[in-house]
């Protein structure tokens, strides 16, 4: 037996996950971009300042249900994954 609720609910997740990895892949592209673009010119690869502006903005802006320490466990990951992308790990 299908439960329509489930099905509506997992269908909505899906649209939701899709539009993650899309919105990851682009944010791949763009940080792409700018890695060799700071490689080409001098600049350091890795700016600490902009990670935690980031995450003050980010965490300024959540209204949940996402909580603080999800937030930054989510955006640590998120940086981690990117650089392990750029690097080919």
Same mark, same amino acid.
């Given at each position: 037996?299908?439960?329509?609720?489930?099905?509506? +609910?997992?269908?909505? %997740?899906?649209?939701? $996950?899709? =539009?993650?990895?899309?919105?990851?892949?682009?944010? *791949?592209?763009?940080?792409?971009?700018?890695?060799?673009?700071? +490689?080409?010119?001098? %600049?350091?690869?890795? $700016?600490? =300042?902009?990670?935690?502006?980031?995450?003050?903005? *980010?965490?300024?802006?959540?209204?949940?249900?996402?909580?603080?320490?999800?937030?930054?466990?989510?955006?640590?990951?998120?940086?981690?994954?990117?650089?392990?992308?750029?690097?080919?790990?």
């Amino acid at each position: 037996m299908t439960d329509s609720v489930v099905s509506e +609910l997992r269908a909505e %997740i899906t649209v939701l $996950d899709r =539009g993650l990895v899309a919105a990851v892949n682009r944010r *791949l592209e763009i940080v792409r971009q700018l890695h060799d673009h700071k +490689l080409a010119n001098g %600049i350091s690869l890795r $700016d600490v =300042g902009r990670e935690n502006e980031m995450l003050a903005l *980010l965490s300024s802006e959540n209204t949940g249900p996402l909580s603080e320490s999800g937030l930054v466990d989510f955006y640590s990951h998120v940086l981690d994954l990117t650089r392990r992308e750029l690097h080919g790990e």
